[in-house]
């Protein structure tokens, strides 16, 4: 059963502390990305990946850092430089990076995040 | 001019009523236009999409209704039912190669709500 999985579903974060948020793909896609949704704002990009070993900042990159050492993992770590984290996160993938209407992205089903 | 508007907010829809969500946008370089659909606690899933080339794209009691000349795109649900209740976001992206090519810009996300 091929999809995205993210872990876990809720998490909370202290002051001054790191969290990291698993997403794991099964669907043997190159590009993965995260995003971050906040109520009425749609979603932002926060990183992406176009291939393992590669990735780009996103629009609100500040105070996040990730890694693609897997092709079919990619985490993202919110750092206590990010000032106002709750939010919701989104991590998606797609065959390729920028595939239009042939190779759409698929979504995880998100992890909330909120501080202690 | 990398935005995507999107109205209205919210919608209250009455059961085998027709919703209409309606999306506009600057950049003419926008070439694929999706549309998702999200439940509570879910990420979006993909529901329809439309290239310029065409002006109306049907999918079951789904249409898209895209007008290049206004750069506007609407989703239309027809005979909506109480099952349809969720967010949906409109986006669109620019070729590779363009300035924030390949990126999916969402719009801001409209709740739709069908009472029984």
């Known amino acids: 059963d091929g999809g995205i999985t993210q872990s876990p579903k809720y998490l909370f974060r202290k002051e001054g502390q790191n969290v990291t948020l698993s997403c794991e793909q099964n669907l043997n896609h190159d590009a993965m990305y995260w995003y971050r949704q906040d109520p009425g704002q749609g979603l932002r990009l926060i990183y992406y990946?176009?291939?393992?070993?590669?990735?780009q900042k996103g629009d609100i990159a500040e105070g996040y850092s990730v890694s693609r050492e897997k092709k079919e993992s990619f985490p993202l770590t919110v750092t206590s430089a990010q000032k106002n984290p709750t939010a919701f996160y989104l991590c998606?993938?797609?065959?390729?990076f920028g595939g239009g209407n042939n190779q759409p992205q698929h979504f995880g089903d998100g992890t909330r995040l909120s501080i202690l | 001019q990398q935005q995507v508007k999107q109205s209205p907010q919210s919608l209250i829809v009455q059961k085998g009523g027709i919703s209409i969500i309606n999306c506009a946008y600057e950049?003419?370089?926008?070439?694929?236009f999706p549309w998702y659909q999200q439940f509570p606690g879910k990420g979006p899933a993909l529901l329809i999409a439309?290239?310029?080339?065409?002006s109306e794209k049907k999918e079951g009691r789904f249409t898209i209704s895209f007008n290049k000349s206004a750069k506007q795109f609407s989703l239309h649900i027809m005979d909506s039912q109480p099952g349809d209740s969720a967010t949906y976001f409109c986006?669109?992206?620019?070729?590779?190669?363009?300035?924030?090519?390949?990126?999916?810009?969402f719009g801001q996300g409209t709740e739709l709500s069908v009472k029984p």
């Open positions: 998606a993938s797609s065959i390729k």
């Open positions: 439309i290239r310029p080339d065409v």
């Open positions: 950049n003419t370089a926008f070439d694929y």
């Open positions: 990946s176009q291939i393992v070993n590669d990735f």
């Open positions: 986006a669109a992206s620019s070729p590779l190669g363009n300035n924030q090519g390949g990126k999916l810009i």
